[in-house]
DNA sequence: GTGTAAGGGAACGAATAATTCCGTTCTACT
DNA sequence: AGTAGAACGGAATTATTCGTTCCCTTACAC
């Protein structure tokens, strides 16, 4: 609390954190609700992105380089095969890089730097899949836009909060991790299965 | 072409179709949409139904009769106890009717009757899985619920026209029924895997 | 004290969309 | 042939939503 400066930073940082929860929810919200989750006014934004496609793109860079980097610190485990190729895929549903990047595709225009992101982070992509299959622990059948579609579809679950959310996020990424490994093998489920009551409760939920 | 109340007749039929291909495509489409899909003009459509809401309502209850059709078919088969499963999961998948049903949650009020449709929906799936189970050829740490978020990871898949969803959608359930049967095993996947053009196609695609 | 960066939030203007309304067409029946 | 009215097309209406701009206030730096 010591100085105009210091509070400005602390917004820096606030209403990215914001922006990110209100678009990972809701890629369509309007930039208020980024404000007032951020507990800041509209001006504090436009201070800081010319225009609300600038905010996106910024989120959009952030997420494909934390996806960089996710798969980056993956390449470089050493360790066993199978589990550097899983610990990537629970990095990447953890880090929930799908909704910051191509979930948000549409409601701004690409720039040239976010291509240039886009063929990286594909490229690291094919050659974390590529040593898997090598290694002879992934089923060679699939290929890495298969993966990017799986990675795709677990995105797609929303269901409670941010942390049941992720519990059956990880539910699922085991289940299909079940079917790409080599063996084939039925593992221990993680986290309780949906209740009925949280399935159903959606029917009222304004969209 | 005989006579206006064949063509209004004809323009029902028109006009449901045009709904269902409109709201499953965006399930926040403008009712224009539709209009302009089914080639009639707007009146045509208040002519039959009171407000966009009540035809969301239709489109939603058929979703539920569509399934409740499919999983009783398959609870008819009395064959090999897994086909019969597999089978009724391909229907599913392939009448979308998650598109018709949960995926429209939120952009209209359910009705009574929706609501015991549902219940319905829900307990003959509950069967099927129970049956399955009990044949020994379905995992059983995999609930009914777990059947039903599985069904909306497919369902969210949606890339190019409709009948490479269509074929993506079977890739991706042939994969996950690899993990769900008793005992585990790789089996072809059916289709081809995208390519990295169509994933990197969508991000100039308007959301 | 005062200049100025930072911020709050009302006001503006451009869509977007549900719904209504009015004039037109075509059929069925006299 | 003439006409009532169902079925329609689509412009006009009205409400609402949102991105962006603007103006005024605040509080730190000097």
Redesign the interface.
Known sequence: MSGRKAQAARNDELILQAARAVFTAD??APIAAVAEKAGVGISALYRRYPSKEALLQKLCGDGLELYIEVTERALADEGDPWEAFAGYMRGIVDADTNSLT?KL???FH?TEE??RS?VKA?ALATEMHHRAVAAGVL?P???P??I???F???A??K?GDEERTSQ?RH??LT??????R?P???R??PGP????G???A??????
């Open positions: 890629p369509g191509i595709a549409g409601t690409p976010l291509g886009a594909g089923r059948d699939v290929t836009a298969d990017a579609l799986l795709e579809q677990i797609s679950i269901l059956l539910r699922y289940l299909v991790m079940d079917s790409l080599v084939p093998a039925h221990d489920l299965a949906p209740e009925d949280e399935l159903s959606r029917w009222w939920q304004p969209s």
